[in-house]
Nanobody
Framework: QVQFAESGGGSVQSGGSLRLSCTAS???????MGWYRQAPGKQREMVAT???????EYAPFLEGRFTVFRDGVKHTVDLQMNRLKPEDTAVYFC???????????WGQGTQVTVSS
């Protein structure tokens, strides 16, 4: 069973920064890690992912404001969020995709609130 330890969420004013951190355990071989988010009344959407060779994928709406980091040995993934906007307000979920089964898992989520 995959377990997640997420941290770093909170409240910040527009233009501020936050860094989310996540450690995944219980899964030996991880292909990709990253972050998704879900705002009230909206579907969950991909924010950023990074695979096992460092290839990253970012949602177009980020406009270069976020950066994803991964430690493949420690199974951690961080999301540095800069120039935050009120529309970034959402619950952010840590994400992993297993190497062989390609099964996907999400953490319990951490709230990010950006006020104008």
């Amino acid at each position: 069973q995959v377990q997640f330890a997420e941290s770093g969420g909170g409240s910040v004013q527009s233009g501020g920064s936050l860094r989310l951190s996540c450690t995944a355990s219980g899964l030996r071989n991880i292909y990709a890690m990253g972050w998704y988010r879900q705002a009230p009344g909206k579907q969950r959407e991909m924010v950023a992912t990074i695979n096992d060779v460092g290839v990253t994928e970012y949602a177009p709406f980020l406009e270069g404001r976020f950066t994803v980091f991964r430690d493949g040995v420690k199974h951690t993934v961080d999301l540095q969020m800069n120039r935050l906007k009120p529309e970034d307000t959402a619950v952010y979920f840590c994400y992993v995709k297993a190497s062989f089964t390609r099964r996907q898992y999400w953490g319990q989520g951490t709230q990010v609130t950006v006020s104008s």
